[in-house]
């Protein structure tokens, strides 16, 4: 039987960073530990001249990589790179903490670096395009672009206060459960069954009755 379900929901207040009230000497917005997923891909550079070049990412000192070396002749270069993680920080730290982005070259020689705090990361656009700061010795600056997703990971508590249920086929049975299900991008959640309710269509019989939280229909 398909039950398509809708619901009003009652959930807890979200911990919601760019929050214009943001104040970490206030009781709501207290200087607490927040939890975040992160993704790195599509890292380009280009007017840089023809080397061979690998960088090194250094997350806050919470995650260091590198990507593999790249070679080009001309000025451009794209590595492939797609690391995910996850970490907790506290709030007011994010404006202090930086992602470190070192580009080298084969002789481990450091041609330039690209600095930025977590607190921009989180509150700006995934896609990133900044001015390579050089090392003395180059004449023109380079760009390097890449794409990081960080995103806060919150729980919340969601409690129906009531569900209306539209069946598409006719209650046959005396007794009845249901369950709720959430879709998200990264997984299915399916909640407990319910207790049992009657159909009041079916006429119950004594033995029904007596038997009323013991049957179940899933």
Not at 28 to 34: I, V
């Amino acid at each position: 039987m398909g039950v398509p379900c809708s619901t009003n929901k009652k959930s807890k207040k979200g911990d919601l960073l760019t929050d214009p009230k943001f104040n970490t000497s206030s009781i709501y917005y207290a200087d607490e530990k927040l939890k975040f997923q992160v993704r790195f891909t599509q890292i380009k550079a280009r007017n840089i001249p023809g080397s061979t070049l690998y960088i090194a990412v250094d997350f806050a000192g919470i995650k260091q990589m590198n990507t593999s070396e790249s070679y080009s002749n001309i000025t451009d270069y794209t590595w492939k790179f797609d690391h995910s993680f996850e970490f907790t920080m506290k709030r007011s730290q994010l404006r202090e903490k930086q992602l470190k982005m070192t580009l080298i070259d084969k002789t481990k020689k450091e041609i330039g670096t690209v600095n930025l705090t977590l607190y921009d990361i989180v509150t700006g656009p995934a896609h990133q395009d900044f001015v390579i700061n050089m090392k003395k010795g180059f004449k023109e600056a380079g760009r390097l672009t890449f794409d990081v997703f960080m995103s806060q990971i919150i729980n919340l508590t969601v409690r129906s206060l009531n569900i209306n249920c539209n069946l598409h086929d006719i209650l046959k049975e005396k007794l009845y459960n249901y369950s709720m299900k959430m879709n998200t991008k990264e997984r299915e959640i399916v909640s407990d069954h319910s207790v049992n309710f009657r159909n009041k269509m079916v006429a119950p019989s004594f033995t029904d009755l007596k038997n009323f939280e013991e049957d179940e229909n899933y």
